[in-house]
C-alpha cells in the first residue's frame, strides 16, 4: 500500500464523512495508513503494527491526530536501536515520507500580526493548517496533514502569493493556531474602539487625529488576554526580563532569554498604552502619573503552579511610558553554588570569606550579571534560626522570610546611608547593604564591620581589583579599607551550551591565547561548540553560567593597599596569590564543554596589564 497515493486520493473532502474521516473525524490520514507507512519504513515491525491496530480505540482516539496516539503509546522502535517513537519524531519521519521540509513552530521567530491575517481562524481549524511565515512572493504553511491539497488552490487566490508547505508537530500546530489567533483578536479588540485611533499625549511626535478619540480601557477583558498571554508567554520562554518599549505608531515587546533581546510581538502604540496601564494596575503603581518613573512589583503564578515574583520598572520616553518587568525565579534561591557556575575553587575562596564573623564583603559587576543571585543565595545559607540577617534594598528584588529586608525610600529620605544606621540599632549580626554609591553609605557600611558585623554589598566597577580603587577614589582612607574589607567577588553571566546538542570541537590555539592572555596555558585538547536544537531553539545554548574573579584581600594585595594605589598592580599581586581572571574563570568552562571561547570574550572584560614579574 503507498501511503501517499491513497492518502490523496482520500484526503479530498474537508469534512469528516467519508475517507479519512470515518475512523479520525475532521483528520485527513488514517492510523492504520500511518502504521503501515512506518513499518514499511522499518520504523516498526510487522508484529509492532498488528499490535497497535489492535489496541485502536474509537471514540477517546477520534480527537487525536493519528501521530498523537501514536506518540501516547511509548512504542519502541524494533528496528531502529531502541528508539521511542516520541511526537516529534513521529512529525520528522512523516515530513520525511511526505517530502516537505519540517518545520519547528517557535512563537519568538513567527510575525504573529502578519500570519493571522492570511486566513481566518474557522479556515485554518477546519483544514488543520497554520500559517507560520509571509513575504512578497509566497507564504509558508505548516500542515500536520502533507496529502490534504484541497485548500492550496484557494489561498493562492485570495492571498496572490505562491504557497509553500511544510510539515509540523501536531500538538504544536494545534496549540500555536489558538494561542496566535486568540493574541490577534484581542489586539484587534482592543484597536477597535468606534475606528479612530487614540491620542497618546505623552508622545512628543504624536500626529492629531481629529475626532472623538477613544483609548483602550485597562481593564478590557481583550487588554486582561494579552497581558495574561505576555506574562505566561514569557514564562515559557524563560525570559528574565520584558521590554515594552512604545514607539511613535507601533511598539515593540521584547524577551531577554539568556542575556540576549529577541523582539516578540509588535502592536499598535494605544493597545501598548492600555497594556502597560494593565500591569501598573496590577503593580499596584500611579496609573495616572506618566511623566515620572515608577517602580513597582507583582507576584502570580506560573501554569506549572509555582509563585513568580516580577520587579517593575516605568521610563517617561519620547514615545509614551517605557516598562521593563524583571522575573525573579524562587527556584534561584534553591540552588547549590555549584548550579551558579562556582569551581570547587570559588566556592571555598567565597566561603572563607563570607564565613567570617565581620567584615565587608563585595560583589562587583554591571547590571543582569547575577550580582542579586548570588548575593541572595549566600544570605539565605547564611540565614539560620541563630542569627538575624537584615537588609536594605533599592528595591527588594525577591521578598525572602528567612530574613529582614528594608527598601529604600527616598521620598521620605530614608537613603542607604541612613537604612544602614538603623539597622545598626536591629541587632543584627549579617547586613546586606543593596549597593554602596557614595562616601556616606561607605562610611556606615565600614563603622558596621568595625563594630562586629558581617556586611556583604555590591559595587558597579569592571572587575575585582577596581573595587578597591572605587572606594578609594569616594573618600574611604586605605588603613579602614584594610581594617574592614574582607575581600571582592567580580562576576559575569555566560551562556552554556546546550546538552543535548553540543558537539565535541577542537580549540583553535590563537583562540585560547586570546582567552588567556597574557598568562597564557596550555591549549586544551577539545571543547564543545553550538549545534542547534528544539531544546535550545536552534540557538546552541541554554541558560547561562556564572564566570568568578575572586579576591581575598590578603597578604600582598593588602599590603598594596594605599592612598592613590594602581588597580593594575593590585591585579598582578593577586594573581600571583591565586585569583584567576574573569576570562581564566571563563577558560576553565570552555575546557570543560560548559561554553565557547566566543562566549566569554563577549562577555568580559579584556586585562590591560603585562604578566607576571
Known amino acids: 500500500m503507498d501511503i501517499t497515493k491513497e492518502t490523496t486520493a482520500k484526503s479530498k473532502e474537508p469534512s469528516g464523512k467519508g475517507g479519512a474521516g470515518r475512523n479520525v473525524p475532521g483528520y485527513f490520514v488514517e492510523l492504520a495508513q500511518m502504521v503501515h507507512g512506518l513499518a514499511v519504513d522499518g520504523l516498526l515491525s510487522r508484529a509492532q503494527e498488528q499490535d497497535v491496530l489492535s489496541r485502536r480505540r474509537n471514540a477517546s482516539q477520534a480527537k487525536l491526530h493519528p501521530l498523537e496516539y501514536l506518540a501516547e503509546l511509548e512504542l519502541i522502535s524494533d528496528t531502529t536501536r531502541g528508539k521511542l517513537l516520541d511526537l516529534e519524531t513521529l512529525s520528522h519521519w512523516l515530513a520525511k515520507r511526505a517530502d516537505q521540509p519540517y518545520f519547528h513552530i517557535d512563537p519568538l521567530k513567527i510575525d504573529v500580526s502578519a500570519v493571522t491575517p492570511v486566513m481566518s481562524l474557522a479556515y485554518a481549524e477546519r483544514h488543520q493548517i497554520l500559517a507560520v511565515e509571509v513575504n512578497e512572493e509566497e507564504v509558508v504553511i505548516a500542515s500536520a496533514q502533507p496529502w490534504h491539497t484541497g485548500w492550496e488552490e484557494n489561498l493562492r487566490h485570495t492571498n496572490r502569493r505562491e504557497v509553500r508547505r511544510v510539515v509540523c508537530n501536531p500538538a504544536d500546530l494545534r496549540r500555536y493556531t489558538a494561542e496566535f489567533y486568540k493574541l490577534a483578536r484581542s489586539i484587534t479588540g482592543a484597536t477597535r474602539e468606534d475606528g479612530i485611533q487614540t491620542i497618546n499625549t505623552s508622545n512628543l511626535e504624536q500626529l492629531l487625529h481629529l475626532g472623538n478619540a477613544q483609548t483602550p480601557d485597562a481593564n478590557d477583558e481583550h487588554i486582561v488576554n494579552i497581558v495574561d498571554w505576555l506574562l505566561q508567554y514569557a514564562f515559557d520562554q524563560r525570559a528574565s526580563d520584558i521590554h515594552i518599549e512604545p514607539r511613535r505608531d507601533k511598539g515593540n515587546i521584547r524577551f531577554r532569554i539568556d542575556g540576549v533581546l529577541h523582539t516578540v510581538y509588535e502592536m499598535p502604540a494605544q493597545v501598548l498604552a492600555a497594556v502597560n496601564s494593565r500591569i501598573k494596575i496590577l503593580g499596584r503603581m500611579n496609573v495616572a502619573e506618566k511623566r515620572k518613573p515608577q517602580d513597582g512589583r507583582l507576584k502570580t503564578r506560573s501554569t506549572e503552579g509555582n509563585e513568580v515574583e516580577l520587579r517593575l520598572s516605568t521610563l517617561p520616553t519620547a514615545f509614551g511610558e517605557k516598562m521593563v518587568m524583571r522575573i525573579f525565579d524562587p527556584d534561584v534561591l534553591l540552588r547549590s553554588f555549584r548550579d551558579l557556575g562556582f569551581s570547587k575553587e570559588d566556592d571555598r575562596r567565597w566561603h572563607g570569606m563570607v564565613g567570617q564573623p565581620n567584615g565587608i564583603v563585595l560583589v562587583t559587576g554591571p547590571t543582569g550579571s547575577g550580582k542579586t543571585t548570588t548575593l541572595y543565595s549566600t544570605l539565605k545559607e547564611l540565614a539560620t534560626s541563630e542569627v538575624n540577617v537584615c537588609t536594605i534594598e533599592d528595591p527588594i528584588e525577591m521578598v525572602e522570610p528567612s530574613f529582614n529586608q528594608m527598601q529604600v525610600q527616598h521620598n521620605i529620605d530614608l537613603t542607604f546611608a541612613s537604612g544602614v544606621r538603623a539597622l545598626l540599632r536591629q541587632d543584627p549580626d549579617i547586613i546586606m547593604v543593596g549597593e554602596i554609591r557614595d562616601l556616606e553609605t561607605a562610611e556606615m557600611a565600614i563603622q558596621a564591620a568595625l563594630t562586629g558585623h558581617l556586611v556583604l554589598s555590591t559595587l558597579h566597577t569592571n572587575d575585582a581589583p577596581t573595587a578597591i580603587t572605587r572606594l578609594l577614589e569616594l573618600g574611604v582612607p586605605d588603613y579602614l579599607i584594610r581594617a574592614t574589607v574582607l575581600g571582592v567577588m567580580a562576576q559575569r553571566l555566560v551562556r552554556t551550551l546546550c546538552p543535548d546538542c553540543k558537539q565535541p570541537a577542537e580549540i583553535e590555539a590563537d583562540d585560547w591565547k586570546n582567552l588567556t592572555r597574557p598568562w597564557v596555558a596550555e591549549t586544551p585538547t577539545t571543547g564543545a ?60 568552562k570552555v575546557a570543560s564543554g560548559m561554553t565557547t571561547v566566543e562566549e566569554v570574550l563577549r562577555v568580559t572584560p579584556a586585562v590591560s596589564m603585562p604578566g607576571p614579574r
Open 529 to 588: 561548540k553550538p549545534v542547534g536544537c528544539l531544546n535550545c531553539r536552534n540557538t546552541g545554548y541554554r541558560g547561562r553560567a556564572g564566570v568568578y574573579e575572586i579576591m581575598p584581600l590578603e597578604g600582598e594585595v593588602r599590603d598594596l593597599l594605599a592612598p592613590g594605589c594602581d588597580a593594575d598592580k593590585l591585579r598582578a599581586a593577586a594573581i600571583r596569590s591565586g585569583m584567576r581572571t574573569l576570562r581564566l574563570s571563563g577558560a576553565q
